[in-house]
């Protein structure tokens, strides 16, 4: 999530709100001077050559987001507006501050239409409106706050076209005005994003971690972070089940070839058995021993058959088994 707009908007009050914490720098000149990634503590990896890697925990970051600062185009530093426009293109969502008491400029209404083309190019949904400040607009009563605030969203719809929603806030206190609708969407926006990725990486990476854990028949959903759970991902981990049981079945099947090669050679290979088998009782003479155990099988055989029909003549009756059209 890319958060943008003017210096001084609000946009490190934002982050410092979402987080938790203060952990980017605030102030009415320009503060922010590169891209400041913020990502999940756990996470390890480098950023890109313009972007300062911003090690944190929190709640909203364990959730699967990753918080990109970016720098205020309006500046005296012409870098600072290729910086904010090359991660518009990147990130997967946008949120665009609008100042309430100051109103959409004329440079912030370039910024926003230069997103919004990028991020249209780019197959990436379309912003959303942060309107901060909103407890600095001044009133005499909640009438004429409330009238003051419609005008505010009614300049920014007639002059932002094409986002996707709008939030009011208070950049320093996120439990008031839409600050907790905004929070409740962003933790549902990046766990979604969270399982989709899970889902595109265990589909692509041959060792997965889940993917070990299922070959080798282990429980894997006790491996999966908490949340992250989906119907997609059970699809997936089925589908490398199955796939290892029939990998199973060949590895057996090529080791009984290696050991017995193909069905004409196990074959032949029996008979050169049975051959050196029966030659070795010839030389021993071991056949009348062979032939003796063989009758006494069949003799065996024989006794349990007769112990069988004895069995079911006494059950039904002599008479029953045999066969209506016998004598006739």
Request: some cysteine.
């Amino acid at each position: 999530m890319g958060v943008f707009g003017e210096f001084s908007a609000g946009k490190s009050s934002l982050l410092n709100s979402l987080l938790g914490s203060l952990t980017q720098a605030t102030g009415v000149r320009p503060t922010t001077q590169h891209i400041s990634i913020i990502r999940d503590a756990r996470i390890v990896g480098a950023p890109g050559t313009s972007a300062q890697l911003v090690p944190h925990q929190s709640a909203l970051l364990r959730a699967g987001l990753e918080l990109w600062d970016t720098p205020g185009p309006n500046s005296e530093n012409a870098q600072h507006t290729k910086l904010a426009l090359d991660a518009a293109a990147q990130v997967e969502l946008a949120l665009i501050l609008v100042p309430a008491v100051e109103g959409t400029t004329r440079s912030l209404v370039e910024l926003y239409n230069r997103i919004r083309l990028i991020r249209t190019a780019s197959q990436k949904s379309p912003p959303w409106l942060i309107l901060t400040k909103w407890d600095r607009i001044v009133a005499d009563d909640a009438e004429e706050l409330a009238e003051v605030g419609a005008e505010i969203i009614s300049s920014v719809e007639a002059r932002l076209p094409g986002y996707e929603r709008w939030f009011r806030v208070d950049g320093r206190r996120l439990d008031l005005l839409d600050g907790p609708a905004l929070l409740t969407d962003l933790r549902r926006r990046g766990l979604k994003w969270s399982r989709d990725r899970l889902v595109l990486e265990v589909r692509q990476t041959q060792q997965h971690m889940l993917k070990r854990e299922v070959a080798l028949e282990r429980e894997w959903r006790s491996k999966v972070p908490a949340g992250f759970e989906s119907p997609a991902l059970e699809q997936v981990m089925l589908e490398w089940a199955s796939h290892c049981k029939a990998a199973l079945v060949r590895r057996r099947r090529l080791w009984w070839r290696a050991v017995l090669g193909t069905p004409g050679e196990a074959k032949g290979r029996a008979e050169c058995w049975w051959s050196w088998v029966f030659s070795v009782a010839e030389k021993h003479r071991l056949r009348p021993v062979f032939a003796r155990a063989a009758a006494r099988g069949r003799a065996v055989r024989e006794s349990v058959g007769a112990l069988a029909s004895g069995f079911v003549e006494f059950a039904v009756g002599v008479e029953s088994m045999k066969s209506p059209y016998e004598g006739s």
